[in-house]
T-cell receptor, first 114, second 115 residues
Framework: GDSVTQKQGQVTLSEDDFLFINCTYS??????LLWYVQYPGQGPQLLLK?????NKGISRGFEATYDKGTTSFHLQKASVQESDSAVYFC?????????????FGTGTSLLVDP | EAGVTQSPRYAVLQEGQAVSFWCDPI?????LYWYQQPRDQGPQLLVY????????NSQLPSDRFSAVRPKGTNSTLKIQSAKQGDTATYLC?????????????FGHGTKLSVL
């Protein structure tokens, strides 16, 4: 079945540091890959999405590249701000049975010190 | 445009008690999802509906959990006899698009603690 792995449980950075969050996936075909961000007390919000047609997604200064060779979908940002502190989830999406099934990773908690 | 609305925001109960969660999706969204998110984990799909029909409830613990969406709008998720392992945040999401254009919008969730 589909699975998503995020090995980093927590990342602590200072403002203006470079962010890199690791994500790898396992599946039998080429799914749509997504990053969600979840702020305290809120539901996950879509940050960016990449399909097989467009290998790279960019949103709000974040970017992720779909690498089929290494089955990775790492999230990067050149310069983080305190407001980026949140939990980031990598997810894999499949369209099936009149629905859109998401498989989430365990999440990476980002804390940015001012 | 109003987002996905869920109530209550919090629930605390003893093992064996029943609880219901309510979800009002974004107007016009025909697909509605319920996810369970244990602490420090990602959301996990429980059940989803297209209009009033259950499309997939294979991950719903059917002996104690039930979900309905009778008019294809609001939905209720019920736990009949809660266990400590049910402690989690229950998220509702709705969507309208199809295929790769589909996008889920999540509510704030109901945080359940079973003592």
């Amino acid at each position: 079945g589909d699975s998503v792995t995020q090995k980093q449980g927590q990342v602590t950075l200072s403002e203006d540091d470079f962010l890199f969050i690791n994500c790898t996936y396992s599946t039998t075909t080429y799914p749509t890959l997504l990053w969600y961000v979840q702020y305290p007390g809120q539901g996950p919000q879509l940050l960016l999405k990449v399909t097989t047609a467009n290998n790279k997604g960019i949103s709000r200064g974040f970017e992720a590249t779909y690498d089929k060779g290494t089955t990775s979908f790492h999230l990067q940002k050149a310069s983080v701000q305190e407001s980026d502190s949140a939990v980031y989830f990598c997810a894999l999406a499949r369209t099936r049975n009149m629905g859109y099934k998401l498989t989430f990773g365990t999440g990476t908690s980002l804390l940015v010190d001012p | 445009e109003a987002g996905v609305t869920q109530s209550p925001r919090y629930a605390v109960l003893q093992e064996g008690q029943a609880v219901s969660f309510w979800c009002d999706p974004i107007s016009g969204h025909d697909t509605l999802y319920w996810y369970q998110q244990p602490r420090d984990q990602g959301p996990q799909l429980l059940v989803y509906f297209r209009d009033e029909a259950v499309i997939d409830n294979s991950q719903l613990p059917s002996d104690r959990f039930s979900a309905v969406r009778p008019k294809g709008t609001n939905s209720t998720l019920k736990i009949q006899s809660a266990k400590q392992g049910d402690t989690a945040t229950y998220l509702c999401a709705s969507s309208l698009g199809r295929g790769e254009n589909e996008r889920l919008f999540f509510g704030h969730g109901t945080k359940l603690s079973v003592l």
